[in-house]
């Protein structure tokens, strides 16, 4: 794999050796809640073997939970294409079908999910039982700080498919997540309420910020930074503002630098650098062919959304010819869609903190901070100026659209602006079954898998 070539042999074998011994117990498992515990993996005594277990970069990295995305309204697929698409379970992703077998088979995001909550305990418990000392104490509070940000990342993009959005009048009775606090097989799985997976994994995330450093050696390990991103994501999808504007001005106090669009080349394959520019936090998704670029076409009325002298309609799209553009805007730098939190997500999430707090020239501040960024030097840039709420906020949802597209983001977006009342039914009017979302329906709430629902017990969506 390309990631693991940047890592010296020493390592590779290192953590070759160590993921064979976690694997052995996970190789015939479909997900954390069906797998056995593997003895060694709890008896791993070094800040250096626990360093090599969360930077299984395989696993933790480039395996992003892409659910999301696929049944977002970012692009389509010709009927043609989706024929030939071999996952039934995400064709029904796609329609937005209510299906218990979606998760089964080679769909495995529930799987990767839980194994990144399952790693960040395993380490937690081993790390507890080192002593932490004037010499190794940055490294232990680094580790640990890492442990707590996979668990609370990882669910909260799992609480993005698999749970309705966040309410505080019925979080309390709205069904949530599992929460596995430990490796221990013998406890139950059972769901949790949506307010307590929230407060889950915000405290996971409120920990890892406490524990973790501003930078790191490189953006595969999650920073203090990342953690105050992943917060301020959390926070807006659950529509309180404020406390997604904080965490967002935290992130921009210490990473405030956006790219220059103009410095890049519009007609690369892959234009953007890998692991650096604007991203945080390196997570990716590994596309499977229904969102793959060879496959899926941004919806047209999107495409038009971008005008001439915008500098992302030709860095983010490749011509497919006969009128149909993909997607090749990816932070990554590679195919892979981009899944992290990157500095222009937290410019966004700052901007309309601080329109729906009425401090508009705050927020337009911001909104042509970006833009200007994204606009043809060459030309005259149209400065963002409104004394408007309602304008002001239209114009930077409109930004965040055409921004952040292909991250996995858009449907968490849908189901809190549904919430609000912006009624956005999406469809896939350019298939033959025309198949119809509207909003605040069960469907944006996917159904658990029905191995785990069949092992477990546990209640399904309704």
Not at 43 to 62: E, F, K, M, Y
Not at 352 to 378: G, V
Not at 401 to 425: A, Q
């Amino acid at each position: 794999m390309y990631i693991l070539r940047k890592l010296n042999m020493k390592k590779i074998l290192f953590m070759s050796t160590l993921l064979l011994m976690i694997t052995i117990s996970l190789v015939s498992c479909k997900d954390y809640l069906e797998a056995k515990p593997d003895k060694k993996l709890n008896t791993l005594s070094s800040l250096t073997s626990l360093q090599a277990i969360l930077d299984d970069h395989v696993r933790l990295n480039i395996r992003a939970n892409y659910a999301a995305e696929v049944a977002s309204d970012n692009y389509y697929l010709t009927d043609n294409a989706l024929v030939a698409i071999i996952s039934e379970g995400d064709k029904k992703i796609y329609n937005w079908e209510k299906s218990d077998d979606m998760f089964e088979g080679v769909n495995d995001n529930w799987y990767y999910s839980y194994l990144a909550v399952y790693y960040g305990n395993s380490v937690i418990e081993n790390i507890d039982k080192i002593d932490r000392n004037t010499s190794n104490y940055r490294d232990w509070d680094n580790i640990k700080g890492q442990a707590y940000f996979y668990k609370g990342s990882s669910m909260l993009h799992a609480a993005f498919v698999w749970t309705p959005v966040y309410d505080e009048q019925t979080a309390s009775t709205s069904l949530g997540l599992p929460i596995r606090a430990s490796t221990d097989f013998n406890v139950k799985s059972t769901r949790s309420t949506l307010a307590q997976t929230y407060a889950q994994l915000i405290d996971d995330l409120k920990k890892a910020t406490a524990l973790l450093p501003v930078g790191q050696v490189h953006t595969m390990r999650p920073s203090k930074t990342a953690a105050y991103a992943m917060l301020s994501r959390t926070y807006l999808a659950m529509n309180m503002y404020t406390e997604a504007g904080l965490y967002a001005d935290s992130v921009l106090q210490l990473n405030d630098q956006l790219l220059d669009y103009n410095e890049i080349n519009a007609t690369s394959v892959n234009p953007f650098p890998s692991y650096k520019g604007e991203v945080l936090f390196n997570l990716t998704m590994v596309n499977p062919p229904i969102i793959d670029e060879a496959n899926a076409y941004v919806v047209d009325e999107l495409y038009q959304q971008y005008e001439a002298n915008d500098l992302r309609k030709k860095i983010f799209f490749k011509n497919a010819g006969s009128g149909l553009y993909s997607f090749k805007g990816n932070y990554s730098g590679t195919p892979l869609l981009f899944a992290g939190p990157a500095v222009d997500e937290m410019y966004l999430n700052r901007a309309e903190s601080f329109a729906r707090n009425h401090k508009l020239t705050e927020a337009l501040n911001d909104l042509n901070k970006l833009m200007i960024k994204r606009w043809d030097k060459t030309k005259p840039f149209p400065t963002y100026v409104s004394t408007n709420q309602a304008t002001v906020l239209d114009w930077i949802l409109t930004e965040r659209r055409k921004e952040l597209l292909m991250r996995g983001i858009r449907w968490s977006d849908l189901k809190r602006l549904n919430k609000l009342g912006y009624e956005l039914t999406i469809s896939r009017k350019y298939n033959l079954n025309k198949s119809a979302l509207a909003p605040n329906d069960s469907r944006y709430a996917m159904p658990l898998p029905r191995s785990i629902i069949e092992l477990t017990g546990m209640q399904q969506n309704p």
